[in-house]
């Protein structure tokens, strides 16, 4: 199993752009997936996660802006972010849990800038 984001750039404040994360390889019935984020200096943290049943969560930071969903047939997890603000520039990390063992993604930098 293999996972990479796709997506990333910069962005004007107020802009939108839409991550992608593929899944290579069999993942099953029964996963979490998920976006987290890293920006210079600070923690991995959580951004949006949604489990094989459909359950999704969010950050504070993110929920009304952010939509996290998954395209099950083609095996790809997306995110997308709308009313982007300066804080919330990162290296956004694509995240699979499944079969007990967890996946990480390179992750793709969003800059949101004038």
């Known amino acids: 199993v293999h996972v990479a984001e796709s997506g990333g750039g910069l962005v004007q404040p107020g802009g939108s752009l839409r991550l992608s994360c593929f899944a290579s390889g069999s993942i099953g019935s029964i996963y979490t997936m998920g976006w987290y984020r890293q920006a210079p200096g600070e923690q991995r943290d959580l951004v949006a996660g949604i489990t094989s049943i459909g359950t999704t969560n969010y950050a504070d930071s993110v929920k009304g802006r952010f939509t996290i969903s998954m395209d099950n047939g083609k095996n790809t997890m997306y995110l997308q972010m709308n009313s982007l603000k300066p804080e919330d520039t990162a290296v956004y990390y694509c995240?699979?849990?499944?079969?007990?063992?967890?996946?990480w993604g390179k992750g793709t930098l969003v800059t949101v800038s004038q």
């Open positions: 995240y699979l849990g499944v079969y007990g063992t967890d996946y």
